[in-house]
């Protein structure tokens, strides 16, 4: 049984501003019309794969629930109390794939291969990557633990490497894995023919990794394994036992394990990969005229080259740019050369210094009802367009410093207002007052489309007291 194991933790700072940390980068279409996420269940298809183990954390886990559930590949969703880097993640969805905790049966004497992989990135010949997955199961059923090293092709200096060693079955020994090196070393590395760059990706029996995590890092297995006791199931997602968790060690599944064990095997991938890590990196695997520009939206591009402009609602036109990233959205634009990309993430630490929102939220913001749009906004004024899908209810609640005004656009809302509920429909409006415990929901087939418009002192999202909420939220 080869289970896919799906690491969608991550905030994208790098690619701000589409990337935001509430929405980061393994969730949005960038390089198709699927999610990365998405895409990254889908390569699998041509593998017999079992229900997938997805690995996020609480801000993200209806993002993840929706985008899996829309392929019908939801599987086992774990949601970590705080990010602790690969190796403790691995573990516990190692511990849960021979548990009972994996699928509707009892599995505790199963023993799958698990197939670790980053939510976030592209492989452009799947065909390819799923040839090299079936030559590398038989070293994984052989008690090997092998991680895929991609060929590279660049000296580039923002990867570790791994150095190949005697050959073994259909790959290599690992002889070591190395850090990111200089432009020299990694000239040298490229030149040698006998260094991959390092994927992140893994395939492993669960019991071989928890083997060896027991031997070269016993803290990480000893606090995932408590942590797993005391587990609970919350809707679509299990929910660790925190304290223990939070008193693992933060170590990557490289130091902890791959840097010490004598099993470890790298098989050479060369199938398009990329790790979308920059806008740089997405220009490089999106499609480009002839003068080497990646558009995407609404764009007019007059003696331009080699530049990547990503529109969403507006015309973007450009003149006499070379080696341009331009980055339109609702509520930011962010322009940078292509040698300075990276940098990105500087401006990021600077919205947060600041406590400016955009770092974080778009000015879309999903729910799992539906969404909102704050479209205009004033001193004491915020206006939203809501879209509430169908079957979909709001928590019941009340604010203290605001009041609001819904007007239905298309769809039948269904509204509680203190001890009265009623249906308000297409071009009716209905009036919440200051201190009103009130509820939303749509009773159609259809999704709902209001306006609000709210009025007050104070119009900040965490004005809120919930007293009943169908997704199990306290706050967000």
């Known amino acids: 049984m080869l289970v896919p194991v799906i690491m969608a933790g991550g905030s994208g700072t790098r690619l701000w501003p589409l990337s935001r940390s509430l929405y980061p980068k393994q969730f949005l279409p960038l390089a198709g019309k699927n999610t990365l996420l998405q895409s990254t269940l889908q390569r699998l298809s041509r593998l017999n794969i079992a229900e997938p183990v997805t690995i996020c954390n609480e801000e993200h886990r209806f993002i993840v629930a929706e985008q899996l559930r829309s392929l019908g590949k939801l599987g086992t969703i774990v949601l970590e109390p705080q990010g602790r880097n690969t190796a403790p993640a691995i573990a516990l969805a190692a ?22 992989l980053a939510a976030d990135h592209v492989i452009q010949d799947e065909a390819t990557f799923t040839t090299v997955v079936e030559k590398a199961i038989p070293m994984a059923e052989a008690g090997k633990l092998v991680t895929f090293g991609i060929v590279p092709k660049s000296a580039h200096t923002g990867y570790g490497y791994i150095h190949r060693g005697e050959v073994y079955g259909e790959g290599f020994a690992v002889d070591q894995f190395v850090e990111k090196p200089d432009s020299a070393t990694a000239q040298g590395y490229l030149e040698s023919g006998e ?9 492993f029996k669960a019991s071989r990794y928890l083997e060896e995590l027991s031997e070269y890092g016993p803290h990480i297995a000893k606090s995932c394994e408590a942590a797993l006791h005391g587990t609970t199931k919350d809707l679509d997602f299990v929910r660790l036992n925190q304290e223990a968790f939070l008193s693992c060690p933060d170590e990557s599944i490289d130091y ?11 098989i050479p991938l060369d199938a398009g990969w990329n790790d979308i890590g920059s806008w740089s990196a997405l220009w490089e695997v999106n499609e480009k005229d002839a003068q080497g ?16 402009v990503h529109g969403e609602e507006r015309l973007v036109a450009t003149v006499g740019l070379d080696d341009i990233v331009i980055v339109d959205t609702k509520d930011a634009v962010m322009i940078a050369h292509k040698d300075k990309v990276q940098e990105v993430k500087q401006i990021v630490a600077m919205l947060k210094d600041k406590q400016r929102s955009e770092w974080q939220l778009h000015r879309e913001v999903n729910r799992p009802w539906g969404k909102y749009d704050s479209i205009d906004n004033g001193s004491r004024y915020q206006v939203k367009r809501i879209t509430v899908n169908p079957g979909a209810k709001l928590s019941m609640q009340m604010h203290h410093h605001r009041a609001e005004h819904w007007i239905v656009v298309s769809g039948t809302a269904r509204v509680t207002n203190g001890d009265k509920t009623f249906l ?35 119009l ?5 007291v919930r007293f009943e909420d169908r997704y199990g939220r306290v706050e967000g």
């Open 95 to 116: 511990d849960i794939a021979t548990s009972r905790l994996y699928g509707d049966t009892n599995r505790e004497n199963v023993d799958p291969l698990l197939l670790v």
């Open 195 to 203: 260094y991959y760059w390092n994927s992140g990706m893994f395939l």
């Open 256 to 266: 902890a394990v791959m840097e010490h064990t004598n099993d470890a095997v790298v």
């Open 293 to 308: 520009n990646s558009t995407r939206g609404d764009c007019i591009l007059h003696d331009t080259r080699n530049t990547l």
């Open 424 to 458: 308000v429909t297409e071009n009716e409006s209905t009036y919440i007052p200051v201190g009103a415990v009130h509820a939303l929901e749509n009773p159609g087939k259809v999704p709902l489309e209001m306006i609000e418009v709210r009025s007050g002192s104070y």
């Open 460 to 464: 900040g999202e965490d004005d809120i």
